[in-house]
Antibody, heavy 121, light 112 residues
Framework: QVQLQQSGPGLVKPSQTLSLTCAISGDSVSSDFAWNWIRQSPSRGLEWLGRTYYRSTWYNEYAVSVKSRISVNPDTSKNHFSLQLNSVTPEDTAVYYC????????????WGQGTLVTVSS | DIVTTQSPLSLSVTPGEPASISCRSSENLLHTNGHYYLGWYLQKPGQSPQILIYSASNRASGVPDRFSGSGSGTDFTLTISRVEAEDVGVYYCMPALKTPHTFGPGTKVDIK
């Protein structure tokens, strides 16, 4: 059974970079699934941010709202994937989740525990 | 982007009674393979969301059979045949036909 364990700072200063990592156990980041970041805030609800997946080569897809600031990257040596969100503002304050996407049946079947990230000076 | 609405946005249910939540998508969720790609998730208090129903009507592994999904086109329904105390939380529908994935606003269910 796959498990996703998130790590990263809970406080980031405005204009800096938010960085989170999602460690995978019970699966490989290079498997048939896609690896996603989703955030949740009272103002935006659940918001999908982006994903990475492997189909003979690595692909990424990002939400338009954050496309200029986001990077989701796999690390095959550590079997994890990461989120980097640049130039954060207080509007990026949210609970961030990593999640595995079941490619064929099209649903998020496993979620990380969530990380509250506050953007504040 | 697909816009998703849900109704009602809150629901108070007596244990043992049925409950239904509606979800409407701005686009038809029928894939060329004949499947409707719509998922239902439950976020229990203090927890991450969890999948209940995928492809509109398929129960995920371990989900009690009191949960069922139905619908087609742009209109879908989640039904709980007999609500139990452990079913409290916020229910979200999410069209899964394409990215970007956009969740509905959520329906908060509590127990009377």
């Amino acid at each position: 059974q796959v498990q996703l364990q998130q790590s990263g700072p809970g406080l980031v200063k405005p204009s800096q970079t938010l960085s989170l990592t999602c460690a995978i156990s019970g699966d490989s980041v290079s498997s048939d699934f896609a690896w996603n970041w989703i955030r949740q805030s009272p103002s935006r609800g659940l918001e999908w941010l982006g994903r990475t997946y492997y189909r003979s080569t690595w692909y990424n897809e990002y939400a338009v709202s954050v496309k200029s600031r986001i990077s989701v990257n796999p690390d095959t040596s550590k079997n994890h994937f990461s989120l980097q969100l640049n130039s954060v503002t207080p509007e990026d304050t949210a609970v961030y989740y990593c999640a595995r996407w079941h490619h064929y049946d099209r649903y998020f079947d496993s979620w990380g525990q969530g990380t509250l990230v506050t953007v504040s000076s | 982007d697909i816009v998703t609405t849900q109704s009602p946005l809150s629901l108070s249910v007596t244990p043992g009674e049925p409950a239904s939540i509606s979800c409407r998508s701005s686009e038809n969720l029928l894939h060329t393979n004949g499947h409707y790609y719509l998922g239902w998730y439950l976020q229990k208090p203090g927890q991450s969301p969890q999948i209940l129903i995928y492809s509109a009507s398929n129960r995920a592994s371990g989900v009690p059979d009191r949960f069922s999904g139905s619908g087609s086109g742009t209109d879908f329904t989640l039904t709980i045949s007999r609500v139990e105390a452990e079913d409290v939380g916020v229910y979200y529908c999410m069209p899964a036909l394409k990215t970007p994935h956009t969740f509905g606003p959520g329906t908060k269910v509590d127990i009377k």
